[in-house]
Each structure stands twice: as structure tokens, then as C-alpha cells.
């Protein structure tokens, strides 16, 4: 085939574990004007992986993320390595002037994403973006829109859960002691949807589509099936309540024991109609009418259910490169995710209700109450 | 036709309101085993009502509850009038000796309900029930079998939520007066679910099927299309966690505004599966598939989707009676439902999480600290 | 109790099998402006039964049909014997000045039928109903309020299923020696409510809601599980087509093997939109989340589905009769439904396409080529 | 990028209507495994699209079909021209050496499909196949999974139907001179999936999967919003029911009149259960709770539907001419869905039944009447 005579974004993958092996493919195969040009990962399985899928498609692979940085004509990165190292690969990759979609979260510390935040700022020109694939989902995007539009008036409720099948491996018992804990590992999708359905209220005279401020966070949580858990301050069932400012209340389910399979469902409860995104969860169109009654299946895995907004949030990324559009989510609500992520986390320890001022500055109970007088 | 040579139930029906009329004929009609010979109301509608529909019938209508009571060979007594009578009607009837069946809640106020417990323990042959009737819905009585039964493993999350269709009159901003609020009003079903589907945790080495026991509750709320409900302390919105002793929790979501109608709706989440009742709402089986879309109606109002419910909860407390059993929810129960209901509703006020200890006392946050240590 | 002051229809029972007993227990508890004062079987067993469940509420059981005819006051009969008897029967009692509820069909032969439509015409004062319970389902109303006042334009597709759990006992290959077969046993439900939706065309300039005029039939069908049925010319899995004149089709299919349980469903199709009745089939609102997906359970038999309509059946035929208004069903139909059953039969045995003009007469394939001329 | 070092099937796509640049869009950039190297269209518009859309990324364009045979290096061509010249391109490509995805139908006229199917047999290295999308869609392939498993038993009955928006432009009127009418156009996907699941019996002790034998069709209409649909022998609204020898049985409905959009679904009954796609129709898994009831959208249009069973057809085909496999649909079976729209559409234009010996030759009811004897 003849070169394309089009203009393509040259992006490379960092990490290719099973996101990001992935988020490679979409980039090769399923993001027509996204061209993958290289790729990094220092893991030997996953290089062995690289050299049979992406190298043959003339994908370079490294092994050295610096020196991938440095390759002939790179703009784009995506970071899709373990949550701990992207903060730092994306600020690398911010000041060696390439556009950076991350895997969510940028880190599980507020003050890392602060940094990120602000290597970002001091090249406003490059696009960075935290990827919330949720936000991609051809149904949470029509839910989008019919909020925006007004069809359920103002968005005051959003209840939301991300519940996981069980992993009897143990490897989210492992994990917990850097995934920040079920909060900000879960249910800091669920909590990033609160914060653009709640900034989309139509009948709010602000047109800037500001956040919703946080007033207080609480959380509470067991370990149903897995005590072990305890050690890292975490728990496989997590419930989570954020009141903001204004009359908007935000509460979260996550779980890490879901028999069937991945039931991730959210609620927007607006003052004239509420949204329901997948109460009624499915694999497809297929039921089993048998002798024990009426089956069906329901995705497995997170990647199960969401495969296609994460190639819509490559395509959607791509085209806010090549056309200079601001990216669909901006890094302030991602961070803010993170914060809120981190108080819950903190609440479920601690087993205190936090508070916060209308400038997002931690008060104690006495001060909140002064406040409110 | 002569007269039947059956053991039936004399009943009488206190209060003739909604409800009350509703009580009344299931008990006239609906429940072959009891006999509704008695009712009473001093309101003149009611008492037309009476006249038309009860009179005909047999049944001797009277305008003085304490006359009622001394109805000859009366036997039982539901009350349905207004929540602040419920109480003192109730105990006066026991103290004539008579069985009762109790709308809900027995009162708004702790202490009271402590009193008609003690009144009821005073005559113990006397069967004495607080009528919740979602404990006697078809599919709730299905997933109960099925959790008491292991289906699920260990009951240990449960989300339950009660949504009315909004009311444009306002009656319920002028009820909140003496409804209890929210959490008393609306969510104390909700409340007694989870003491329910809790205590038959078929894991528990207790045979005894106790109570959880509250170890915390919080909640927050909003007052999104009625704000004068704030000159009552009350929300048309709100969200509350309770968290039990021994690893559970169960969270709740009322609302005053449900656009489509009614949409109860409670998840009973075990370690190794979940019972969903009411995700998917409709009022049938019919579907419209029109050039707007597919439709579908959900009930208009708690009877609308409970109507069942309520005949067998009458038959089954007339069974009780008539053979001498217990009754399906006991007092002790009853009570509880109160007290979280309460809480909860002291919470949303003060903004406070409260905490209790094992014996229902409650602890400040310090003295909770000090007995996980 | 006093002796009710009220007009109460004086009813009884003819035959106490299975859905004799429920139509005892719908007139006796369930229909109060009815009153149960007698009941007739020949049945050793069902007497037993009558003495256990009927007599103790004043019901006088006879073991002779001409005898109970002659109960003092009695006013109208339930005839729930046997298809075999059912005309016999509701002419005997037609002739004794008695109005007739009748199971349905009157009968599996079209002339036994139209005996029964003369004796009625010869009494016009009385009325006489064939029980077809479907139309007394709140979603079958429903959805035929909907068609009547418009929402789906003109009636003209209609599709219907009457699908039974399979019963391994065998009793239905036996019972087809007398059924008429699967589309008079079965599909006749089916065919009833095509009439009856295609009748309430809204577009008709003809206000007197004419039957639609039958044009073709034509069935097929097989002994999948139980070949013995073709002794009678039966099968257990039937497709039948009704062509009607003025562009309407209705086509069926009925099986006696379907694992789940009851799943009878309907949709009826207009030129603007189409109602779908029980598409999506489950017991009540109860669904279970465990490791091998998500289950339910539907009706088991016909009566679990149709309960309560069997029992509104029995109120409306007991209004009209105390109202002295029209029957719900009006003979004329009961008796073309029959009419098409038989064809449908008739066709699934000869292999041939039926034809009729439309003065109903049976036509040659080429006299209705010429017809259509 | 470097040019991949992959062997990719280098295919071209005949025609560029909305089908056409639909498959070349899925050969262009969503199956890695395809190289787009050509495109053919005599059409000034589509040419313009594709010298916007596929020119610049190296797809040469072509006005002359025989030319674009003659391209260096071509492998493989996709005809998604007009189903009149479906055959005579399929043929050609054939002659040409050249594998072969073809839209369906290969002709509405059997004696035409017949010729394609000779060419193909002459050229047996050749890779020719008819695109029956649904066959590929991931509900479709889970039923096909299951009942190959014997997960329903012995599959007997099949239920399915096609149903599109009605389309007020009378596109579909003035196309019906060409579509081979309704069975032709809508249904033989329907029949295409009855011989599908039938011959996947895991009970046949036939291993070869051979086709089941028609032994009778039959067909009705109307036409309910077009009438000049007649002029074409064609309906709106179409019922039609083969039989099989061998005791199965499949019945069909087509529309062109469905409201709220596209709705194609498909019971596969066996003599053990039941699989059911798309009974509960959705576009994805939104729904709007609003004053007016529960609402939904459905796809709206076919590619809406089977937009990834298409791009799945296309990673098949080219998966099977890489590996020199069998293709997923065989020419006899697309032959016979051919064989049996056509007797469908013929059955509705006479009015009468037609048969078929084993042979699958025509014979009449006496003859047929013979054969059972």
C-alpha cells in the first residue's frame, strides 16, 4: 500500500501490560489517524509480546522510556505503566514537549498530581489528559447530553458503583498497597462521573461549567472476603457519600466480589427525570430460556464492558492533537477526582466525616458548623 | 347464604383514611379467614365513606375509638389512623386484650415506641405486629428464601431505596411536621429491610437470628424542589449509611420526587451473590414501541406496587391469630427501625456521624475510638 | 357478622378440578358482590375437597347438575367441567333461566357451538360469557385501551404464543383425544385476542366494531417430544397463519414444551406503533446476580400467570350481570374463535391452506381465485 | 511509519453506496489483517467521497470495474454494489482469480445464483463467500455457541423476524421492483439463520451439518402503508412459515413499518429450551425515568444494529483467505436461503402453498400428498 497522503498523530505506548497492550492496539489498529511508532516497556514478557504484535507493524520498541522520548518525530504519548511511575512518565514526557494521555489515576497522591498538574500549565500548548474511559461510553455519553440538554433538570443525585468479579488469585489484596486503596482505585470512575454530570447542571447561571465543591466526605467499608486487605487500610466493599456545596449529593458503591461478573451502574437523578445507566446489566441481546429459568451473561472484566470507549477515548484524544481542541477532560477535574478519592480513603480509615470549605481547605466539624451559621 | 361455620378473625379497623379504607376492605373482602365487624373514624368523610361501603356489609361503624374497642367478640384491632395516634390506639387496645396490627411506625419518637413494646409485653398472649408491608411482597419474600436458604453466602451489603412520585400539593412539606422526617417516613421500610435480610444470615453461628447491631450512622440530604421542608429539618432528597457490628453495612436513598412514579428498589449483596429486587421498574408486561422510543409505566404510588403486599400481610397476621403463632415481625424489630430512622434523621441535622456501641448506647467519636482500640 | 344488606349475585359452581376449585375460591373470596351458594361435581375426590373447602361457608355441593339447577334464588352458574360438557351444561342451565360463565372453549366442535349461540339468543335476557381470562389481564387491557383510543394507528399484524411447561406426566397426549388439538386447546387464547384487538381498529369507519372476516388459514407443526399425539392428529409445537380480509394478519404459535414455565406473549402491531405483552417474561421483580450470570424465574403454569385475571373475569361477568350491562366477551366472538381453531386444525392435518369468503363459507382455492377477480 | 512487515489480504470494494464505503471503511481501518488497496463506483458522488475519504490514504479509485480486476496485486475483491449486479461482479472476480465476499443476496433470481456458485466450484482455491452480517454478531455467535452444545436439545423451532424504521421517503417502494420483494430482501437473513441453527442439530447423527430439506412455504401480506407496493407483487408486511422434513419448523415476519426503529430478533426453541436474541430490544444500556414512563431508545437503523458483525465478517473473511479455511458461510447454504425467499415471495403472490420433494424439486399438494402416503 502507498504511504497515506494524511496527516496522522505519531504516538507511542508506555507500558504494555494488559492495558497497556491494549491501549496499543488501539492506537495500531483501531485509531485510523493515530500511526503507533513506538513503544516501551522494560518487562521481558511483555517485550516478547511487543516483538511478535507491534514490531512487525514497524513499531519500534524500547526498553529505555527516555530514549523512547527521543524518537524521530514522536508527539503523543500514552502512559499506560503501573499508576505509580505515571506521574512521572507524564511529566517527562510533558517536558520533552509530547501531548500525554494517562491512564487513570496520575498518581494516588494529591500533591503528585499537583506537579503533573503544573508541568502541564507551563506548556499550555500540549494536550494531557487523564483518561476516565467511562466518560467514552456510547451510553454514559448520551446520558451526557440529555443532562446538558435539560431533559432531567438539575442534576442533584448521582449514585454510582464499580463492582468488580471476584479475583480469587488474591492480586487486588497485593495491589492494595499501591492502588490508594478502593476509593481511588474504583471508585474514582464513579466519582469523575459525579464531577461532569454535576458540572453540566443546565440551570446553573455559571456558564464556565465549574466543578461542584466538595463540603464533606464519608466513607465506611468491610472486608468481606479478604481480611487481609486490613493491612493496607482497605476493604473489597466500600460505601461513600460526597455532599458538595449548592445541594448536590454524589454516593458511591464499589466492591470487589460481584459474583456474575463487572456491574458497573450509575444513577443521575436530576430535579425532573433521572438517568440509569446499565441497572439492567448484559453481555448482548441473548437470553437462555432453560428449565431452571431465564439466563444471561454479563461482561467479565472492566475491559469487557468498556472495550469500546477506550477506543473512543483514543480517537477522541487524537483528534484534540491534530485539530487543537481542548481535550474532553480537563486535568483540574482529574485531580479533583483524585482529592475526593483520597478523602473517602481516608474517612473509611480514620472513620470521620471530613469537611471542606468552599475552597476546598480541610475544617474540622466546629469549623464546618461555624460556617454554616 | 348461610351462615359460614368457619373460624374467622373479628377485626375492626381504626381510622379511615387512605390507608385505613384500603386495611378495611382487605380485611372485609380480601382475607376469608378474619371478619371485619367494627371500624372506626371521627372524620364526617370517612364516616360517609363508612356508611356507603362498610355499612351494607355488617360492619358497625362508630365515632369513639374506646366504644369501638368494647365492639362484643371483637378480637383484633388494625390501626390505620394518623402516625401520631398510632401509639396510644395501639396500647389502649391492648390493654382491652385485643391483638393488633399496626400501620407503620408504631411512632416517630423512640420512647413512645418504647412504651407500646412494654404494654405489649405486659399481655404476652397477645399477638402485636407493626405492619411494614414490603416484608410481604412476593419478590421480597423470594429473595429472603433465598438468602435465609445460602444462596448468596453472608447478607453483608444492602442498598435499598424508597422513591415516591412527586406531589405538587405540598402535603408532604406540611406532613413533615409530624412525620419524623425522611428517614422515619420513607426509608424506616428500608431500614427494616436490612434488620430482616441481615438477621437470616445463614453463616451466623447465632440460631437466634438477633438483630445487627448499629455501630454507626451518617446522612446528608437535600432539599432540591421543596425548601420550606428545611423549617422542619427535613429533605425531599436524602442519602444515609449505617454501619453494623461484624461486617455490615446498608445504605439508603429516599426521594420526594420521582418523576415516572413509584421505584422502591433494594439490592441484598452476600459474598456470593446478590439479590435485586424492582432494578428493572414497570407497572406490567406491556411495552409500547412507538416512533418516540420503547415505554413502559411504573406504579404511580406505594399501594399501586404493594397492593398485594398489604392483603397478605393482612392474612398472614390473621393466621397468626387464629393459630397461635408468632407473628412475622416482631417488636424488637419494629422498634430498631425506629431508632436507625431516628439517627439518621439526627444526622442529616447536625451534619454528625453518631455512633453506638454494642449495646445501642451511644458513644461520641472518642469514646468509639477508644472501643476499637 | 350481620347478614350483608347487599344485592349479591347468587352463584354456583359447576365441577371442582383444578380450575373448577379456583373459580369456587374466586367467587367465594374474591368476588364480594358475588356469593358462592352452590357447587356441583360427581367426583369422589373433588367432593371431598367441596366438603373441606366449600360447605363449611355455606355452600351447598350436589352431586347432580339438574338438582343444583334447582337451588332456591340461584341466578347463575360457572360451568368449569370438561370441555366435553360444557355446552350441555351452559345449555341446561340457559334453559333454566340461569346467566352462564363458561370456561372456555363452549366446545372443540363448531356446530355443538352454535347450539349454544341459539339457546342464548332464545333467552336474550341472560348473560352468557365464555371465560377467556387473557382479556382480563391488566396488561392485555392495557395495551387494548391503547389500541382502541389510537396510539398504535390500525391494528393489522398480531402475533401470539400460548407456551406451557412441558408436563412429562403425559397428560396432555391423552387429554388431545378431547382437546381439539393444540389450536383449539391453546392458540384458541390467541385467537380470541386477535379478534378482539383487530375489532377495535380506531381507523374503522364501521362503529360497530365488526369481527374481522377470516380469509385463509393455514398451520403446520411437529411431535417433537411426544410422537403418540399424532394419534389425534395433534402435535406439541404448532405455527398457524390467519390471513383476514381488509389487510390483517394474525399468526400463532403454541407449544407444549417450554422449559422455564408459562410464557404466553403477544404483540400487537399498527401502522404507527406496536404493543409487546410479555416479551420479557419473569415472575415477578426478583433477580438473582450469582457466579454462572444473572437468573430468573417465570410463571410455572398458566394459572401462576393468570391469576388475577381469572379473578377480575369473575368481578366483571358478576357486574354485568348485576348491572344488567353487556358481557365483556360477546358469544359471536367465542364462537369464531372456535370457528378458526378448528380451521387451523383442519389444516395442520390435511396439509392444506384453507379459504373462506366473507360470509365465512368455506371456498376452494380457485373460487377464491375468482373471488379475488 | 514503516511499512508493516505483515502479510495483509490486499482486497478491493466494488461500489461505494452507503454499504460500499461502509466496507471500505472496515477494510480501510478496522481489520489489520486487510489491505484497502482499490475501490471501484461509476458514481460521481460516491467517487467524490472517495477521493476524499479513501484516495488519500492509498486507495487507488476506479470507474471501470474490469480495470480495477487488473490492479497489481489484488487478492481478493468485496462486491457491495447493487443487488442487480451482485452476480455478474461476483463471477468475474471469480474468473479473475480473485476471493470473493459478496453483500447478500448473490441474486434475487436462483438460476443466477446458480451460475455464481458453478464459477465458484471451478475455481475451488477461491475463497467465496455471501455476507450474512447477522451471522456474525456476538449474540447470534453465543446462540450459535450454545446450541451446537447441545445446550437447547434437538433445535426445532425458529422464530425470527426483520423489522426496519419505515423510511417516508418510499425509498424501499421503487426499490421493491429490483429487491426480489420482501422474503427476498428483509427475511433471508431470517431464513439464512433457520438454516444455520437447524444444521448445528447436535443430535443429527449426520456429523456433515447438512442443510435441513424444505418441504413446504407459505406466505401472506399486506401492505398496510404502501399500497404501490403492489405493483411489484410486494407487501410492507410480511408472515411466512417453511417446513422442514424431519420435523422442524421456521416461521418469519418482516416490516418495513417498525416506529422506533430497527428490531430483528430470533427465538432458536429447542426440545430443551430456548435461546432468545433481542426480545428486549435497546440501543445501549440507558434508559430515561421521566413524568411520562420509562423510556428507551433502539437502533435505528440495519448497520446501527450489525455495525460490528460487519467489521467482524470482514476480519473472517480475511482470517480465512490468510489461512486458506473454510469460509464461515458456504455457498449452498446461501444458495438455498435464495431458493426459499424466492418460494416465500412466490407463495404470497398466489396465494398458495408450495412443496417440495426431498430433491428439493417442486411438486404439487397431490403429488406431495402422495409422497406422506
Known amino acids: 500500500m502507498a504511504q497515506p497522503n494524511i496527516r496522522r498523530l505519531r504516538i507511542a505506548v508506555s507500558g504494555l501490560g494488559r492495558m497497556g497492550a491494549r491501549h496499543a492496539n488501539h492506537f495500531l489498529h483501531r485509531t485510523p489517524k493515530a500511526e503507533l511508532v513506538a513503544a516501551f516497556t522494560p518487562e521481558e514478557r511483555e517485550l516478547a509480546w511487543a516483538r511478535e504484535n507491534l514490531e512487525p507493524w514497524g513499531v519500534k520498541i524500547y526498553t529505555d522510556y527516555d530514549e523512547m522520548l527521543k524518537h524521530e518525530g514522536l508527539e503523543a504519548v500514552c502512559v499506560a505503566t503501573v499508576t505509580t511511575v505515571h506521574a512521572e512518565q507524564t511529566i517527562k514526557a510533558i517536558e520533552a514537549g509530547k501531548h500525554v494521555l494517562c491512564e487513570k489515576p496520575l498518581s494516588t497522591k494529591l500533591d503528585v498530581v499537583q506537579q503533573v498538574l503544573a508541568a502541564a500549565k507551563r506548556q499550555p500548548h500540549l494536550k494531557v489528559m487523564c483518561g476516565f474511559s467511562r466518560r467514552f461510553d456510547a451510553s454514559y455519553l448520551s446520558a451526557y447530553a440529555l443532562t446538558a440538554s435539560g431533559s432531567i433538570g438539575r442534576p442533584t443525585i ?75 487500610g482497605d476493604v473489597d466493599n466500600g460505601v461513600g457519600v460526597v455532599e458538595f456545596y449548592d445541594g448536590q449529593i454524589a454516593y458511591f458503591y464499589s466492591s470487589r466480589m460481584n459474583p456474575p461478573g463487572q456491574h458497573d451502574s450509575t444513577e443521575i437523578i436530576g430535579t425532573k427525570g433521572k438517568l440509569s445507566v446499565n441497572a439492567n446489566p448484559t453481555t448482548g441481546l441473548l437470553e437462555s430460556h432453560l428449565s431452571t429459568g431465564i439466563h444471561r451473561d454479563i461482561p467479565q472484566t472492566y475491559y469487557d464492558r468498556f472495550e469500546h470507549a477506550f477506543v473512543e477515548e483514543a480517537r477522541q484524544f487524537t483528534d484534540a492533537v491534530l485539530d487543537d481542541k481542548a481535550v474532553p477532560i480537563d486535568l483540574e477535574s482529574s485531580m479533583e477526582a483524585v482529592r475526593i478519592g483520597v478523602a473517602l480513603q481516608e474517612s473509611l480509615r480514620s472513620g470521620k466525616k471530613l469537611w471542606f470549605d468552599r475552597e476546598g481547605k480541610r475544617v474540622d466539624e466546629d469549623g464546618q458548623a461555624r460556617a454554616r451559621l
Open 158 to 232: 448521582l449514585r454510582s458503583q464499580t463492582c468488580d468479579k471476584y479475583d480469587p488469585s488474591g492480586f487486588f489484596v497485593a495491589y492494595s498497597e499501591f492502588s490508594g486503596g478502593i476509593f481511588v482505585d474504583c471508585n474514582i470512575h464513579d466519582i469523575d462521573l459525579a464531577l461532569w454530570y454535576f458540572s453540566a447542571d443546565p440551570t446553573s447561571t455559571n456558564k464556565k461549567k465549574e466543578l461542584p465543591k466538595v463540603k464533606s466526605v464519608v466513607a465506611v467499608g468491610v472486608t468481606a472476603l479478604e481480611p487481609d486487605l486490613a493491612k493496607h
